[in-house]
């Protein structure tokens, strides 16, 4: 791997076929299916929209460290918003928005879809000092955040216009479609 790592793009690095389940599955059900499609993250959709994600660390930490029932709803225990990244963006601003969100784990969106999963070890795989070295980017440039120009996508409505999106960015406060941010800028 001679590529600097901007070079590289989170589509070649990405396990694919995400795995979506109803928010109203139970945890037994998600660690099951964990367990079955050897996956370690599921995304949570509600009427055809990821509304969260739920990771293995999750179960760890959310179920079992705080002894919740195992027919607890998976939408109970889910991170929401779902923080994204474009299929064509650099491992090297991925693993800045794992730093800076505190995620280990990175759904990939293309169009209007979630096309796979980037996670912090797929990273540390081919770049093992990366993720050490946005923890260092970050600190360095934690006053002036709102300036760098890391592009992440948010699911949700337009502050806008209303639409549904998964590929909402913030643009002076407002979280935007990309038909609103063009028309914006
Ligand atoms: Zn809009």
Redesign the pocket.
Known sequence: MVRAMKHIKVEEVMSKNPRTVPGELTVKEGAELLKKNRVSTLIIEEEGRPVGIVTDRDFVVKVVAEGLPLDTKLREIMSSPVIMIPHDESLSDAAKIMTRRKIRKLPVVKDEKIIGILSENDIAKISPDLIALAQEYANLHRENSEREKIKEYVAGK?E??G?YSLRLTMYKGML??P??LDAMQ
């Open positions: 337009c806008a216009c639409q935007v479609c038909e609103c």
